[in-house]
């Protein structure tokens, strides 16, 4: 009785320890999904509150002139990319994903039938229409890339300084609706900063994945930077039908560009 009694004790108090730590893995998990959640909304209002430095960045003028980022071959390793982006064929309707100031929309125009212009900015979309002087073949869309439903099939997709803004929990289901966008035979091109980038960034390393950036007003912000491996990227496009290849430019950035050679598995071949 005694040894029973010790025994279903025992259990119990293992159940319970075991319900116990599972509870605490389960609120963990709760609370880390939850900071992520707000991460990525940190980040877009992190961007939409630099639109108005982010030209400056990207092309080293203003206060970024000298460069805080000192590269010297910025410039050139960055005009690597535009034409790369120019020699990857991407024609007929394109989706711009996350399209900024549209310094790449303005690279895409030269063979687009169209461009879809998304990005979760309204700031950055005022910026984009001066730059193209509101262009009529750009469509622009106001929408965070992930709850947005896609209400056509494209010829390409493209996304630049984008994918290191995808937390990984949202990876696969951000590469899975690139796949749904893109018509069979469809391309895709992008770029990104090499995970050298890495030692510029001021990283949280519980999560590996969240930046602290400050705008010149000193305001802070959390934002998700993930820099993915070569081989990450390319098995996860590989499994929504996507072959890819990437390049690097010799210290500063990759890019990729592709073809959707094959449909999706039935779990993501749903309707746009
Ligand atoms: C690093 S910038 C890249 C802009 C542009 N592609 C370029 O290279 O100049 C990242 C862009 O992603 C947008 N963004 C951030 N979170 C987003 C989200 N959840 N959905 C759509 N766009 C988002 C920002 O507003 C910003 O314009």
Redesign the pocket.
């Known amino acids: 009785m005694g040894l029973v009694g010790f025994g279903i004790c025992k259990r119990s108090n293992l159940q319970l320890a075991e319900t116990q730590s599972s509870g605490r893995s389960e609120s963990m998990r709760k609370s880390h999904s939850k900071e992520l959640d707000q991460t ?1 909304e940190e ?2 209002e ?3 509150q ?2 108005s430095q ?1 030209s400056d960045w ?1 092309h080293r003028t203003g206060q970024y002139e000298d460069g805080v980022e000192p590269e010297a071959s910025w410039f050139d390793e960055a005009m690597i990319l535009i034409e790369a982006l120019a020699s990857s064929g991407l024609s007929g309707d394109v989706l ?9 929309t303005e690279e895409l125009l030269r063979n687009a039938a169209s461009v879809t212009a ?4 309204p ?2 979309h005022e910026r984009s229409k001066s730059r193209l002087r509101r262009n009529p073949k750009v469509r622009y869309i106001v ?4 709850n ?1 439903v896609p209400d056509m099939s494209y010829d390409a997709v493209t ?4 994918l290191s ?1 995808v937390p990984g929990s949202k990876l696969n289901d951000f590469v899975s609706k690139v796949s749904r966008c893109l018509k069979l035979g469809g391309r895709v091109f992008f ?1 990104d900063q090499r995970t050298e980038g890495l030692t510029r960034e001021v990283m949280d390393h519980q999560s590996g994945e969240i930046a602290r950036r400050s705008l010149i007003n000193g305001r802070e912000f959390k934002i998700i930077k993930h820099f993915y491996s070569s081989e990450e990227i390319t098995r996860c496009f590989l499994q929504e039908g996507i072959d890819i290849n990437i390049s690097n430019t010799a210290t500063l950035f990759y890019y990729a560009s592709g073809v959707k050679n094959r449909a999706q598995k039935a779990r993501s071949r749903n309707p746009l």
């Open positions: 990525v980040t877009k992190y961007y939409r630099r639109a982010y990207a711009e994903i996350a399209s900024g100031t549209g310094i790449w998304l990005d979760s900015s700031e950055m929408a965070d890339i992930y947005w996304f630049s300084f984008w803004h770029a």
